[in-house]
């Protein structure tokens, strides 16, 4: 729960402090075990976010997903009960696939975004905040997809 009350500290610094925000995150993956897969998928998908240049938010958003590979649903819910790894590929998806659009790798954002589709089936649907999560997913998706088709490299 520590890691939660950590990742939650920083969040609430991103408004007023997003220089803060990204210390604190890598404070904490500086921090963290090189073993835990889990915290590193986290805190990169996190850290990617608060990156000013497109190529390092790119490669963080690289990271979270190469060590999405390591981790297991147990894993994650030791953070949360509810998260899943599956549950968790789409967004991952569909940041690496919006990197490689603004960096104008086409082919490759086609191909990161149909993964992330492909992975709709495993958001959740459970609660009301799932439901907001995954209508956040899919709508991404479809702006993704069309800003692709166009060759739109802007960021948004």
Not at 26 to 46: E, P, S, T
Not at 63 to 69: F, Q, V
Not at 96 to 107: C, H, I, M, Q, T
Not at 120 to 130: G, K, R, T
Request: hydrophobic share 45%.
């Amino acid at each position: 729960m520590a890691f939660l009350n950590d990742l939650a500290a920083a969040f609430a610094l991103q408004p007023t402090d997003p220089e803060g925000a990204l210390a604190r995150l890598m404070d904490m993956w500086n921090a963290l075990d090189r073993n835990d897969r889990a915290g590193q998928c986290i805190l990169a998908h996190y850290i990617a976010d608060l990156q000013s240049d497109v190529a390092d938010e790119l490669r963080w958003d690289e990271t979270a997903l190469e060590a999405s590979n390591g981790v297991t649903d147990d894993d994650l819910q030791k953070l949360h009960p509810t998260l899943t790894v599956a549950g968790f590929i789409p967004s991952l998806q569909l940041n690496v696939a919006d990197g490689y659009r603004r960096v104008g790798r086409f082919e490759d954002a086609s191909a990161a975004l149909t993964k992330s589709v492909a992975h709709n089936d495993a958001l959740p649907l459970d609660l009301p905040e799932e439901v907001t999560y995954r209508e956040m997913i899919l709508g991404g998706q479809q702006r993704l997809a069309d800003r692709i088709s166009r060759r739109d490299t802007a960021s948004v």
